[in-house]
C-alpha cells in the first residue's frame, strides 16, 4: 500500500512558538496581566480561538463577542509582523533532508496544522514545493486533538489513514493521529509525548532507513 507522511509546521518543521508566544504575551500585556513561556506551553497544537480563550480565563477577563473577535485580529496582526522575516535559517535541524528523501521517492506529503499561516510561512523558509497538498486552520472547523485535520490531508494525498505517518510535537497533535488511526511520531520530550509510537529529540535521530522501514511497511 502506498504510505503518505503528514507533518504538522509549528515545533516540527519550524520554530514558530516563539513568535506566537510573543504576541499573545503582547495582548495580555495590554490587558493588564502577565503571560509566563510556561502558560504558554498550554498552546501547543491548539486553535487561535481556543488559545484566546485560555488566555483570557488566566487574565481573569470576559470579552463581549465583539471584543473577542477584535483582540484574535489583533494578536494575529502582531504575529504575522513577527514572522514579516522568517527565512530559510528557521527551518529546524535535519527536516530539508527527510522531506527531499520522501521527495526523491515519490511519497506523497502533507502539512497538517491548526496554524492559518501555514503556506505563507512554507514559503517565506523555501520548503513550500515539498508539499502536495496543505491543511491548516482555513480548511477544517475542529481543532486538534479531533482528528479532522489529518484524516483531510490523507484523503487530499489518496492515502488510507492507517498508510500515512504523521509528526507532532504536541499532546493534541499526537491524540489526534492516533484518532486517526495513523502512525505517530513525536518530535520533542518523549516524557510529554508519550503516546506516539516513535519518539525522537528532532530530525537528526531518525535516520533515512528508519524513513525507509517506514514506506516498506504493510
Not at 113 to 138: M, R
Given at each position: 500500500?502506498?504510505?503518505?507522511?503528514?507533518?504538522?509546521?509549528?515545533?516540527?518543521?519550524?520554530?514558530?512558538?516563539?513568535?506566537?508566544?510573543?504576541?499573545?504575551?503582547?495582548?495580555?500585556?495590554?490587558?493588564?496581566?502577565?503571560?509566563?513561556?510556561?502558560?504558554?506551553?498550554?498552546?501547543?497544537?491548539?486553535?487561535?480561538?481556543?488559545?484566546?480563550?485560555?488566555?483570557?480565563?488566566?487574565?481573569?477577563?470576559?470579552?463581549?463577542?465583539?471584543?473577542?473577535?477584535?483582540?484574535?485580529?489583533?494578536?494575529?496582526?502582531?504575529?504575522?509582523?513577527?514572522?514579516?522575516?522568517?527565512?530559510?535559517?528557521?527551518?529546524?535541524?535535519?527536516?530539508?533532508?527527510?522531506?527531499?528523501?520522501?521527495?526523491?521517492?515519490?511519497?506523497?506529503?502533507?502539512?497538517?496544522?491548526?496554524?492559518?499561516?501555514?503556506?505563507?510561512?512554507?514559503?517565506?523558509?523555501?520548503?513550500?514545493?515539498?508539499?502536495?497538498?496543505?491543511?491548516?486552520?482555513?480548511?477544517?472547523?475542529?481543532?486538534?486533538?479531533?482528528?479532522?485535520?489529518?484524516?483531510?490531508?490523507?484523503?487530499?494525498?489518496?492515502?488510507?489513514?492507517?498508510?500515512?505517518?504523521?509528526?507532532?510535537?504536541?499532546?493534541?497533535?499526537?491524540?489526534?493521529?492516533?484518532?486517526?488511526?495513523?502512525?505517530?511520531?513525536?518530535?520533542?520530550?518523549?516524557?510529554?509525548?508519550?503516546?506516539?509510537?516513535?519518539?525522537?529529540?528532532?530530525?537528526?535521530?531518525?535516520?533515512t532507513s528508519f524513513i525507509q522501514d517506514l514506506i516498506n511497511r504493510n
Amino acid at each position: 500500500m502506498k504510505k503518505g507522511f503528514i507533518f504538522d509546521l509549528d515545533g516540527v518543521i519550524v520554530d514558530t512558538a516563539k513568535y506566537h508566544y510573543l504576541a499573545w504575551k503582547k495582548l495580555a500585556n495590554e490587558l493588564g496581566f502577565e503571560f509566563t513561556k510556561e502558560q504558554n506551553e498550554l498552546f501547543k497544537g491548539v486553535s487561535r480561538k481556543r488559545c484566546l480563550e485560555i488566555l483570557l480565563e488566566i487574565g481573569k477577563i470576559e470579552a463581549t463577542k465583539e471584543q473577542f473577535g477584535t483582540w484574535m485580529v489583533e494578536k494575529n496582526v502582531d504575529y504575522l509582523k513577527y514572522i514579516e522575516n522568517m527565512d530559510a535559517s528557521e527551518i529546524l535541524p535535519d527536516v530539508p533532508r527527510v522531506l527531499q528523501f520522501l521527495k526523491d521517492r515519490e511519497i506523497p506529503i502533507a502539512l497538517g496544522s491548526a496554524s492559518k499561516n501555514a503556506q505563507p510561512i512554507l514559503e517565506k523558509v523555501g520548503l513550500l514545493a515539498y508539499f502536495d497538498t496543505i491543511v491548516d486552520g482555513n480548511n477544517v472547523t475542529k481543532a486538534k486533538p479531533n482528528p479532522e485535520v489529518f484524516l483531510l490531508a490523507a484523503k487530499q494525498i489518496g492515502v488510507n489513514a492507517t498508510d500515512c505517518v504523521v509528526f507532532e510535537d504536541a499532546v493534541a497533535g499526537v491524540e489526534a493521529a492516533n484518532a486517526a488511526n495513523m502512525i505517530t511520531i513525536g518530535i520533542g520530550d518523549s516524557e510529554v509525548l508519550s503516546e506516539a509510537k516513535y519518539n525522537f529529540r528532532d530530525f537528526t535521530e531518525i535516520n533515512t532507513s528508519f524513513i525507509q522501514d517506514l514506506i516498506n511497511r504493510n
